[in-house]
C-alpha cells in the first residue's frame, strides 16, 4: 500500500537555537512567514501524505493549535474583510489530519519514532524532521519524499535520505555503508556520529525516511547509543542487517534550521523562492554586497 502517514518527532529542546528555544519550540521558529513545521507537513501532503502525527512535548502546543481551526481569528480577519488572510489561516488547518502524542522524556530520536507505533499500526510511514527543510516548488518545499515513496512503492522496502559531505562533517551525522545493488543504493550498515577515521563513508543520514512498520521492532530491540539516547539510526542499522533499506542520495541543499547559519541560508533561499519578495529582497541583497565590496 502507498504511504498516506507521516510522524514528525518534534520533542527535542532545540538548545543549538537557544535563547529562541527557551520559551518557543523550535519548530515554531519563523522562516520568511511560517514556522519552519508549516513547510514540512506541506512538503509531506505533496507527497500524498493524509495523516501526521508529531511527537511533542511539555510547553510545545503552539505547533497544534498552528494546524487547528482559529475560530476567533477568523471571525476577526471576516469582520475586517482580510480575505486573502483569512484563506490562508483556514487552508493550514486542513494541509493534512494532525494527530500528537506526548514524548514525556527527550529519550532521543529513536525512542520519539517509537511512540507513532499506535498510529502506523502495520502501515508503512514516512518522517520527516522538522528542522530539516529542502526547499523546492511545492510550498517552499521540495518533491524529494515523493520520490522516496516511489522507490518504498516499487520495493516494498524502508528507504532513508542521504546526502553526500565532507570528511570533517560527517562525525556530525548518522554515516551509512553503502552497496551498489542493480543501481541502487543498499544500506549495509549505520553508525551514528562517528569520528571521521571510523565513518564507513561520507554519505550522512538526512532528515526524511520512509519505513517499513517493522522499523518498530528494531526500535524495541535498540537500547541507548551515543549521546545517552535511543539513536533512530542504531535501529536503523539493526533493519538494515534483516532486510533491505535503500538509500535515496539527494544532492540539493537541506536546512538544518535549527542551527544559527543553516538558519539564515535557509530564510534567504526560502524568500527567494517567493514571487511577492523575492524582487525587493535580491535588490536589498545586492546592495549589501555593493557596500561590503566598497
Ligand atoms: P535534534 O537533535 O536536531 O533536535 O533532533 P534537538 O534535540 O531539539 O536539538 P538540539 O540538538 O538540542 O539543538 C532531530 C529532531 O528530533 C526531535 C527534535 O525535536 C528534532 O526535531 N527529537 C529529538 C525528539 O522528538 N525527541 C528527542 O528525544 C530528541
Not at 562525525?171 to 543504493?185: F, H, L, N, Q, T
Not at 534483516?242 to 535557509?266: I, M, N, Q, W
Amino acid at each position: 500500500m502507498s504511504v498516506k502517514k507521516a510522524v514528525i518527532p518534534a520533542a527535542g529542546f532545540g538548545t543549538r537555537f537557544l535563547p529562541a528555544t527557551k520559551a518557543i519550540p523550535k519548530e515554531m521558529i519563523p522562516v520568511v512567514d511560517r514556522p519552519a513545521i508549516q513547510y514540512v507537513v506541506e512538503e509531506a501532503a505533496g507527497a500524498g501524505i493524509e495523516e501526521v502525527l508529531i511527537v511533542t512535548s511539555w510547553g510545545k502546543q503552539a505547533m497544534e493549535d498552528h494546524f487547528d481551526r482559529a475560530f476567533e481569528l477568523e471571525t476577526h480577519l471576516e469582520k475586517k474583510g482580510k480575505l486573502d488572510e483569512l484563506e490562508e489561516v483556514r487552508r493550514i488547518a486542513n494541509i493534512a489530519r494532525i494527530h500528537s502524542v506526548r514524548q514525556k522524556e527527550a529519550l532521543g530520536l529513536g525512542h520519539a519514532i517509537s511512540m507513532g507505533r499506535a498510529f502506523a499500526g502495520d502501515d508503512p510511514f514516512a518522517v520527516l524532521y522538522p528542522d530539516e527543510l529542502i526547499p523546492g516548488s511545492n510550498h517552499g518545499s521540495s518533491d524529494v519524499l515523493s520520490e522516496m515513496i516511489e522507490l518504498y512503492n516499487e520495493t516494498g522496502s524502508s528507504v532513508i535520505l542521504v546526502q553526500d559531505v565532507s570528511a570533517e562533517e560527517i562525525s556530525a551525522y548518522g554515516a551509512i555503508e553503502p552497496e551498489d545493488v542493480d543501481g541502487r543504493i543498499r544500506v549495509r550498515k549505520m553508525v551514528e556520529k562517528p569520528a571521521p577515521e571510523d565513518a564507513p563513508s561520507a554519505l550522512a543520514s538526512r532528515g526524511r525516511h520512509v519505513f517499513s512498520p517493522s522499523i518498530f521492532d528494531a526500535l524495541d530491540r535498540t537500547g541507548v547509543g551515543v549521546g545517552g539516547e535511543i539513536q533512530l539510526a542504531d535501529a536503523i542499522d539493526l533493519l538494515a542487517r534483516e532486510e533491505t533499506v535503500y538509500a535515496h542520495v539527494y544532492s540539493g541543499p537541506v536546512f538544518d534550521v535549527g542551527r544559527k547559519l543553516d538558519y539564515l541560508k535557509a530564510t534567504v533561499q526560502l524568500a527567494l523562492l517567493r514571487d511577492d519578495l523575492a524582487e525587493g529582497f535580491r535588490d536589498f541583497l545586492v546592495e549589501l554586497l555593493d557596500q561590503d565590496r566598497s
